[in-house]
């Protein structure tokens, strides 16, 4: 199936339940269906893959999107997403994974900052966890990381200014303000083992070439 517009790229992502958005480290990415309309950065809503990852969010809510595949942006639909819950957190909610050592204290001051707002836009989260200039580095990796540790995902985009002119900024809450709790009792239910070997057997349908190695680096980040 050749993705022309916004239209064919939902349906097909409701088939193959997730994307990276990029080349997908040849494991796999629906950006290989991409027909010749398809161009970034145009700003074009149908026909800008760049514009989707937001039109998901604000268009529908059983697509998630944020940096959740090698560091990058990817799209998880609600189906799929209890199994990436399972392998990524392995039961272990925000406080466990703090008090075992796997998150460390700069995760965790963004992350409170997250929790406290039901939708906070990045430049907010600066200014009230009081991140300087010297801290953007670590900042920006502590995002990542609560991203791919799927304790935090992307929800949306605002303007900060009245005018709306200028560039967008990123908002974020945590994952538990994103979904309602079905989608964590499903999670709950699956082990870790069982999520990997799900999630395995599904792309290897999707893609029945893939490297082993990279495979599991999608899966468990």
Same mark, same amino acid.
């Given at each position: 199936?050749? #993705? !022309?517009?916004? /239209?064919?790229?939902?349906?097909? *992502? ?5 994307? %990276? ?5 040849? #494991?796999?990415?629906? &950006? &290989?269906?991409?027909? =010749?309309?398809?161009? %970034? ?15 998901? *969010? $604000? ?7 944020? /940096?959740?595949?090698?560091? /990058? ?25 703090? &008090?075992?050592?796997?998150?460390? @204290?700069?995760?965790?001051? +963004? @992350? =409170? +900052?997250?929790?406290?707002?039901? !939708?906070?836009?990045? %430049?907010? #989260? ?27 995902? #992307? !929800? ?5 200014? $009245?005018?709306?002119?200028?560039? &967008?900024?990123? +908002?974020? !809450? ?18 870790? $083992? =069982?999520?990997? $070997? ?9 893609? %029945? ?5 990279? +495979?599991? /680096?999608?899966?468990?980040?």
């Amino acid at each position: 199936m050749t #993705i !022309c517009h916004f /239209k064919d790229f939902i349906d097909a *992502l409701l088939q193959t339940g997730f994307t %990276p958005l990029g080349s997908g480290e040849g #494991i796999f990415s629906l &950006s &290989s269906r991409y027909g =010749e309309q398809i161009i %970034p950065h145009t700003e074009k809503p149908d026909t800008d893959p760049w514009e989707w990852r937001m039109r998901v *969010l $604000e268009e529908r809510n059983d697509i998630a999107y944020g /940096k959740v595949f090698y560091r /990058k942006g990817g799209l998880i639909t609600r189906q799929w997403y209890p199994y990436f819950l399972a392998a990524r957190r392995g039961g272990m909610t925000f406080e466990d994974a703090y &008090s075992d050592g796997t998150i460390g @204290y700069f995760e965790k001051r +963004v @992350y =409170e +900052v997250i929790r406290a707002q039901a !939708c906070v836009p990045l %430049p907010i #989260i600066k200014q009230l966890g009081r991140f300087s200039r010297e801290d953007t580095s670590r900042f920006d990796r502590a995002l990542i990381e609560l991203q791919m540790r799927m304790y935090v995902t #992307i !929800c949306g985009r605002q303007f900060i200014n $009245e005018t709306r002119t200028g560039w &967008s900024s990123t +908002v974020l !809450c945590t994952v538990e303000n994103f979904f309602d709790t079905e989608v964590f009792d499903k999670a709950d239910q699956i082990g870790r $083992e =069982e999520a990997v $070997e799900e999630i395995t057997g599904h792309i290897y349908t999707l893609n %029945p070439h893939a490297d082993r190695k990279r +495979v599991q /680096k999608l899966i468990l980040g």
